[in-house]
């Protein structure tokens, strides 16, 4: 199996920065296209960012120019580099990807969500 572990959350205070990782572990032979999302309570869970196994990326319009998203396949692992952060920010941010494990299966992983609170 594989798991995604998410971390780097907190209460923070508007205009501050925060990094958020993705862990990926398990038998794992490859990752897809790594992606960030989040959802604020009563709300839909909506695409943050992306970035592809080659370095690609793509943001939400919402978060362009603040956000930084990055991945060092080596570690399995995919960042989130959080600046100028503002209160509509706040929400559990989630890691997801698609990943092929040694044996060959091809699944959709999700993390359990990490906390960014923005406040004044």
């Known amino acids: 199996q594989v798991q995604l572990v998410e971390s780097g959350g907190g209460l923070v205070q508007a205009g501050d920065s925060l990094r958020l990782s993705c862990a990926a572990s398990?038998?794992?032979?490859?990752?897809?296209?790594m992606m960030w999302y989040r959802q604020a309570p009563g709300k839909q869970r909506d695409l943050v960012a992306t970035i592809t196994s080659a370095g690609i990326t793509n943001y939400a319009d919402s978060v362009k120019g603040r956000f930084t998203i990055s991945r060092v396949n080596a570690k399995n692992t995919a960042y989130l580099q959080m600046n100028s952060l503002k209160v509509e920010d706040t929400a559990t941010y989630y890691c997801n990807a698609p990943v092929t494990t040694t044996n060959g299966a091809f699944s959709d992983y999700w993390g359990q969500g990490t906390q960014v609170t923005v406040s004044t």
């Open positions: 398990g038998s794992i032979r490859s990752i897809g296209t």
